[in-house]
Each structure stands twice: as C-alpha cells, then as structure tokens.
C-alpha cells in the first residue's frame, strides 16, 4: 500500500512558476514509476507527466514539454513537478499517482493522491 500526499498548489499570475511536492509512504517507493496528472473543471484528467523508477526515463504531453520537469529524489520517497511559464490553460486539480513497472502516459496507475489545487491567472 502507497500513500501519496500532494503540495506545492496555489495561486499563480501567467508567467509564474510553482513546484508540485509528492510524498509518499512506505519503503518501496523506488519500485513505483509516477506520474503526474491533472483535471480541469468540466474536463476529464490527463497526463502531465511520467518518469521511470530510476528517474532516467521522462515523458510529457506536448502541452507542458520545455516548460514542465519531472524528478524524484527516491532517499526522500518524493516526486517534484517543477511548473514554469505557467498560462491560464495550466489551472487544475493536479494529482501525483504510482504504478508498478513501467512509466505510462495513461491512467493504468495503482495509486492517486487527493490532488493539489494550482490556479492561473491571467
């Protein structure tokens, strides 16, 4: 069983950049890839992004590439999304999630954290 506990959200001007926090429990966290999700109201959730166990795989859905970056510090048992260039688009519930195996752009993941609130204005 994994634990995950998101933070970092809040309110932000276009331009601005916040850092997205995951913390998860237990000890096998370095077995889990992560992912980073989100949903916008009135939308379904989409990816963000992915990165593999070890952290030297990534992946990005076009829309975050270049300004979005994953990482994980597996010591720390913690996912980052580091957010910048943000834009009105950006503003949704964001949600850190962990799957067994491989990185996945889609939602087949085990466990989802509640979620973080990030707005943008404009």
């Known amino acids: 069983q994994v634990q995950l506990v998101e933070s970092g959200g809040g309110l932000v001007q276009a331009g601005g950049s916040l850092r997205l926090s995951c913390a998860a429990s237990g000890r096998t966290f370095s077995s889990y890839a992560m992912g980073w999700f989100r949903q916008a109201p009135g939308k379904e959730r989409e990816f963000v992004a992915t990165?593999?166990?070890?952290?030297?795989?990534?992946y990005y859905v076009d829309s975050v590439k270049g300004r979005f970056t994953i990482s994980r510090d597996n010591a720390k048992n913690s996912v980052y999304l580091q957010m910048n260039s943000l834009t009105p688009e950006d503003t949704a519930v964001y949600y850190c999630?962990?799957?067994?195996?491989?990185?996945?752009?889609?939602?087949?993941?085990?466990?989802w954290g509640q979620g973080t609130q990030v707005t943008v204005s404009s």
């Open positions: 999630a962990a799957r067994s195996g491989s990185i996945s752009a889609k939602p087949s993941y085990d466990y």
């Open positions: 990165i593999s166990r070890s952290g030297g795989t990534t």
